[in-house]
């Protein structure tokens, strides 16, 4: 994955997007993600109900972020499968403990697999596509 797009994403919160299974978008902010070593992107679920019903039917989902200070921005497209254990899904339950004191807790993690990654950065590179077609 690019240094510029990983830097965006691990710096930034996300906007993740998937088609409801009656036809409508859904869209949530998310702040329990992370960028994998492997190239693939985790988000953790504490209160994805909607989202993980859309991924459960379909698998497709989208991922904006942008610096607010640069307006600098990619769209990350790519497909998403379910996991309720394992390191990412451990990393996560830390975190909701820690955030949310024992009130809520991550349940699991989408982990996201890229196929293509687009410029959303106002300007002439404004929709370049840097992965995939």
């Keep these: 994955m690019d240094e510029n797009v ?12 998937t088609v409801c299974i009656k036809g409508f978008p ?4 998310v702040g329990f ?4 070593d492997d190239g693939k992107l985790a988000v953790g679920d504490v209160f994805l109900k909607q989202t ?18 640069t307006s600098e921005g990619y769209q990350v497209k790519g497909t998403a499968e379910y996991v309720t ?7 996560f339950k830390a975190m909701a403990k820690e955030l949310f004191h024992g009130a ?3 349940k699991g993690a ?6 293509k990654i687009v410029v959303t950065t106002p300007g002439p590179d404004n929709k370049k596509v840097l992965m995939g077609e």
């Design 6 to 17: 990983k830097k965006i994403l691990e710096n930034n919160l996300w906007e993740i997007a």
């Design 26 to 29: 859904n869209v949530v902010p």
């Design 33 to 36: 993600k992370a960028v994998l």
């Design 52 to 69: 993980l019903a859309n991924v459960e039917a379909n698998h497709r989902i989208a991922i904006s972020a942008y610096d607010p200070k």
């Design 85 to 91: 254990e394992g390191p990412v899904v451990d990393q």
């Design 104 to 106: 809520c807790d991550a």
């Design 110 to 115: 989408l982990i996201i697999t890229p196929n």
